[in-house]
């Protein structure tokens, strides 16, 4: 096994080489739990992230972590935290993953206490638990609204503590491959705009969603979907790309912060959402749930509520947590309180908030076997939100938190015995790696005139936003896919003044490319799921389709280079856990 922070060799071809066992794309709760994994079983592991150790996605997570500990509700196990997961998803899961995710999250979550995160407690003084969105029982472990920063410094300082390199402000822009095999990447620093080939015998995509595809949404700028384009241009499958996530809060006001998360611990908390006209219009959309209601079915709600007249004077519906009372929201939603009044100038302890859906979660992503995290092609591991399978149609909220320290740690371990398991080469022509970097550099060396990547982002950003919305008709969505693919079209003429040093212009025109190809993806698998599911609401169809419903859309790239859709059949769910939703919640 090579050392850990591999040999460098600054070069006359204008990179740097390193070399690690096992290189980990992203630096949020999935690609650290991964490097926890892998470094526990004596790899040398290098971490990539393009942002600050600590700022990924997954610091901003603020309501919870779903697992059923039972707490706070004796009655909770894994088999009814499995069947919400699996109902909430409308069926199209990857059941296995669904089962090994409910049974495993309480294990991670104690493991997260004992590396010394300070969770709520109850009186008894045990984890405490808030209820959330269609969760059948209070499971959302929590330190108040902050328990994704919580989560990131238990998990940074356990990393910092081994001998793993973190290659911070640092873009992979390639995946390299020899004989079929995944074998390293090329990247490219933010501040000095120098190019690495990190060779490694495995790599684990750990990037995180793709919300900037869309206009309003809750993501950082981090959320281009590098990983999912990346690993699709190495030949992986992807599954359940139309199922984007929109959440019901998001702020509405000021415009500048249009679609910044409103958690959904304030519904969980007790919070009422109400028309214009006062009324708590939940009643007619789930009368049994109400504000608890699923994700999917609340945001719909919120729209619909303001499509037809009964909005906010800012185009939203009201929140309204007041009841708390200032000593309440302090202890359980500092951050919403802060967040209101330093940016709305509203003191949520005496009025409501305005809120109205914004662009969330992606639950389709890479497709990965349950047990190992591996994609089909060799030596390419995946985890976290990048990977799909496990939320199906629709997420719950708290299920992203556990999702990522289960299939995390899976996804580590698997490729640790991978490498150990396999002596193969992590070299690839020297050639390649140099035309991949003439493509990287070509937007600032580009002579004529082009084309500015901040036009293409929001071109692209308005025409999802507009035709792959939360309601969606195949006019609208072929619209939309016609304004996408001339947008493609102008790739290749995307110019952007400056030098490498710190230009954002140019690392732009990298992420474009990206949200370009995944807003294809989304459009076209929608439009073949001609049905009424989760997050995928077609307009043009009354409801669910009883044969859809058996199939997951399977994209990967054909060999001419197009985005390739196969219907594949769900592997029948077996009879011990069909038997679950026939009997009800046993725990
Ligand atoms: C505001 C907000 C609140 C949320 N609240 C909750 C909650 O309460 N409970 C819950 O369960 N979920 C919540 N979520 C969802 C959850 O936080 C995310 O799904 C999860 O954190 C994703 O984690 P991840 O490890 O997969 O990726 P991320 O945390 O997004 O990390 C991705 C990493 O990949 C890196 N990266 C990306 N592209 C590249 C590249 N090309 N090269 C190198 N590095 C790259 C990034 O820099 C980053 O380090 C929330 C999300 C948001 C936005």
Redesign the pocket.
Known sequence: MVQSDGHSANGSAGHEVREHDILI???????LRAAIAATEQGLSVGV????LLG????V???????ASLGNVDPDDGWRAHFMDTMKSGKFINNWRMAEIFAKEAPDRVYELEQWGALFNRTPEGKISQRPFGAHTYRRLCHVGDR??LEMIRTLQEKVLATDTKVYME????KLFKNAGRVVGAL?CTRETGKFIHLKAKAVVM????W?RIFKVT???W???G??VV?AYDAGAELVDMEMVQFHPTGMVWPPGVRGL?V???VRGEGGLLKNAKGERYMKNYDEERMELSSRDVVARANYTEVMEGRGSPHGGVYLDITHLGYDGIMKKLPTMHEQFLKLADIDISKEPMEVFPTI??TMGGIKIDPETCATNVPGLYA????AGGLHGANRL??????D?LVF?RRAGESAAEYVKGNGHSSEVEASEVEAEKRRVLAPLERKEDGENPYTIQRELQEAMMEHANLMRNEDSLKEGLGKVLALKDRLPNVKTPGSRLFNPGWHTSQDIYHLIQISEIIIRTALERKERRGAQWRLDYDGPDEELGKLNLIVKKDDQGEVGIEKREIPPIPVHLAQLFKEGAKV
């Not at 794309?25 to 690609?31: C, L, N, Q, V, Y």
């Not at 700022?55 to 997954?58: E, I, L, Q, V």
């Not at 750990?206 to 969603?209: C, H, I, K, L, S």
């Not at 909220?397 to 556990?402: A, C, E, P, R, T």
Request: glycine fraction near 28%; charge should be negative; avoid cysteine.
């Open positions: 794309i992203g630096a949020g709760g999935a690609g990539l992230t393009k942002s700022k990924a996605h997954t901003m997570a603020e309501g919870g972590i779903a328990t994704g640092t873009t992979v822009v990247a750990a990037t995180g969603g919300g809750s993501n950082s981090e959320g281009t590098d990983g990346l998360l958690t959904e611990g969330h979660y985890a976290g939100e990048v909220g708290g299920n992203s938190l556990s990522l995390g």
